[in-house]
């Protein structure tokens, strides 16, 4: 598959009066054409701050992008000037909030913004963006009726479907959503990912997927960045995520989701909480709240092991069973 971004060793740093946040340490991801990639962790894992640093938006100061290359379409977004960032920025690549209403106006009817976009970005008449607009309203399962009304008289699901629309309405390349169903309740949400999932087949756009859930990469995802205080520590196809996860954290992920099937008392948290992100721990971040850190784990930052075709772990018991002769045996880990 062809990639359509490659991001390689970005480091991201925000410096504040507290001291300097390390929030995205060399990352390194690829995605292709028409492939949907979930970048899954909890607040603060730098989730948040990998999608600003591919839109170019981290705010500066305190943000930087400190080294690193984000390779879109054969280029590096970084070093590009701000009009020819304007030019990609919702035309190529678009994004999609948590919270509908900041990318909303509120004095505007919705079918009018959807519209203004088209016309922006496709260089239509007036009366054909209408005409578009009024396609996209329906494409995100909108009444037409409804294209004279104000953000403030739909539902907050129904105000997703609409910032979708807008995003989509440019047929960008990429497009990025950053917890899209948080903010809504359970139903609504099952609605709008399916609405995400028809549109990805049918436009074949390419998505990061921010979430926390894995019941959403489940869902929607082909690949998977498992982001813990600014690292990646685990990076693979979703199938192999959910048939073998091998990161201590990520295997702690996948024992705190509730199963309804299992006893709720089965549950297993994981212990503690992120650690302060101007203060990080020597050696691998997550070893004061790893259930399998030895001494060495303080010490020695892990690193990228491929532990099968296409399957990264970052984490040093891998490191030591491929000094142990190369084979991975699943038993003793
Ligand atoms: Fe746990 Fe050590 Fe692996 Fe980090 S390197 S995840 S502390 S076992």
């Known amino acids: 598959n062809e990639s359509l971004l490659k991001i390689k060793d970005l480091t991201i740093h925000y410096v504040t009066e507290d001291g300097r946040v390390r929030a995205v340490e060399d990352m390194s991801i690829t995605i ?37 290359e984000i390779i879109f379409e054969g280029e590096n977004l970084i070093g ?23 990318s909303l106006n509120p004095v505007m009817t919705v079918g009018d913004q959807i519209a203004e976009v088209i016309k922006l970005h496709q260089k ?9 607009a009024q396609e996209m309203l329906d494409t995100v399962g909108i009444p037409m009726e409804r294209y004279k009304e104000y953000p403030h008289q739909f539902s907050g699901g129904m105000r997703q479907r609409v910032v979708i629309a807008i995003a989509l309405a440019c047929n960008p390349k990429l497009l990025i959503a950053d ?32 979430t926390h859930d894995l019941g959403i990469v489940a869902e929607i995802c082909d690949k998977v960045a498992i982001m813990y205080a600014g ?28 199963n309804i099937e299992e006893d ?3 549950l297993e948290p994981i212990k503690g909480l992120m650690p302060d992100p101007t203060n990080l721990p020597n050696g691998c971040s997550f070893h004061p709240r790893c259930p399998r850190a030895t001494a060495a784990c303080s010490e020695r930052q892990p690193k990228s092991i491929e ?27």
């Open 307 to 333: 532990v099968a075709e296409g399957h990264f772990v970052f984490c040093l018991l891998y490191e030591h069973q491929l000094q142990l002769g190369g084979i991975l045996d699943d038993q003793k880990i």
């Open 231 to 258: 690292n990646v520590v685990e990076y693979t196809d979703a199938e192999s995520l959910f048939l073998s996860p091998k990161h201590p954290y990520t295997i702690g992920l996948f024992n705190s989701i509730p």
């Open 179 to 210: 917890e899209p169903t948080t903010a809504l309740d359970v139903t609504i949400q099952a609605q709008v990912l399916n609405l995400m999932k028809k549109l990805k087949e049918e436009y074949e756009t390419s998505m990061i997927m921010i």
């Open 124 to 132: 239509v008449s007036g009366g054909e963006a209408v005409i578009k």
């Open 32 to 68: 292709g054409k028409g492939e949907t990639l979930g970048l899954v962790g909890e607040t603060g894992a730098g989730k948040t701050t990998t999608a600003l640093g591919i839109m170019q938006l981290v705010p500066n100061p305190p943000g930087k992008i400190i080294s690193g």
């Open 80 to 102: 590009k000037s701000p009009a020819e960032l304007r030019k990609i920025r919702g035309n190529k690549i678009s994004m999609i909030f948590q919270d509908p209403m900041t």
């Open 264 to 266: 709720v008392e089965a």
